[in-house]
Protein backbone atom coordinates (compact mmCIF):
# COMPACT_ATOMS: atom_id res chain seq x y z
CA UNK A 1 0.00 0.00 0.00
CA UNK A 2 2.46 2.58 0.95
CA UNK A 3 6.01 2.76 -0.34
CA UNK A 4 9.18 3.56 1.68
CA UNK A 5 9.04 7.55 0.53
CA UNK A 6 5.17 7.99 1.41
CA UNK A 7 6.08 5.98 4.77
CA UNK A 8 8.78 8.79 5.54
CA UNK A 9 6.83 11.69 4.50
CA UNK A 10 4.08 11.16 6.64
CA UNK A 11 6.24 10.34 9.78
CA UNK A 12 8.18 13.41 8.89
CA UNK A 13 5.05 15.56 8.87
CA UNK A 14 3.42 13.71 12.19
CA UNK A 15 6.55 14.63 13.74
CA UNK A 16 6.47 18.17 12.94
CA UNK A 17 3.35 18.57 13.68
CA UNK A 18 3.78 17.48 17.24
CA UNK A 19 6.70 19.38 17.42
CA UNK A 20 5.88 22.34 15.60
CA UNK A 21 2.92 24.33 14.98
CA UNK A 22 0.44 22.72 12.85
CA UNK A 23 0.97 25.41 10.15
CA UNK A 24 4.17 24.62 9.74
CA UNK A 25 3.26 21.25 9.27
CA UNK A 26 0.95 21.64 6.59
CA UNK A 27 3.52 23.37 4.37
CA UNK A 28 6.17 21.30 5.07
CA UNK A 29 3.89 17.93 4.40
CA UNK A 30 2.98 20.14 1.21
CA UNK A 31 6.52 20.83 0.22
CA UNK A 32 7.00 17.04 0.75
CA UNK A 33 4.19 16.36 -1.45
CA UNK A 34 5.57 18.20 -4.26
CA UNK A 35 8.64 16.81 -4.20
CA UNK A 36 6.73 12.92 -4.36
CA UNK A 37 5.07 14.15 -7.06
CA UNK A 38 7.71 15.08 -9.59
CA UNK A 39 9.60 12.38 -8.45
CA UNK A 40 6.97 10.34 -9.45
CA UNK A 41 6.52 11.80 -12.98
CA UNK A 42 9.56 11.77 -13.89
CA UNK A 43 10.19 8.23 -12.94
CA UNK A 44 7.36 7.41 -15.05
CA UNK A 45 8.70 9.64 -17.97
CA UNK A 46 10.23 8.01 -20.88
CA UNK A 47 11.27 9.58 -23.83
CA UNK A 48 12.95 7.98 -26.98
CA UNK A 49 14.24 9.18 -30.18
CA UNK A 50 13.14 7.21 -33.56
CA UNK A 51 15.42 7.97 -37.05
CA UNK A 52 12.69 6.90 -39.90
CA UNK A 53 14.64 9.71 -41.96
CA UNK A 54 18.14 11.31 -41.17
CA UNK A 55 16.91 14.39 -42.14
CA UNK A 56 14.30 14.19 -39.73
CA UNK A 57 13.74 14.03 -35.69
CA UNK A 58 10.81 12.16 -34.44
CA UNK A 59 10.34 12.11 -30.58
CA UNK A 60 7.71 10.05 -29.33
CA UNK A 61 6.51 10.73 -25.30
CA UNK A 62 5.09 7.77 -23.16
Known amino acids: MFNTESASFLVTTFLLTVL ?3 VTAVEAGLVLAVFLF ?3 MSDMLNVAKVLPDPQIAVFTVK
Open 38 to 40: VKR
Open 20 to 22: TDL
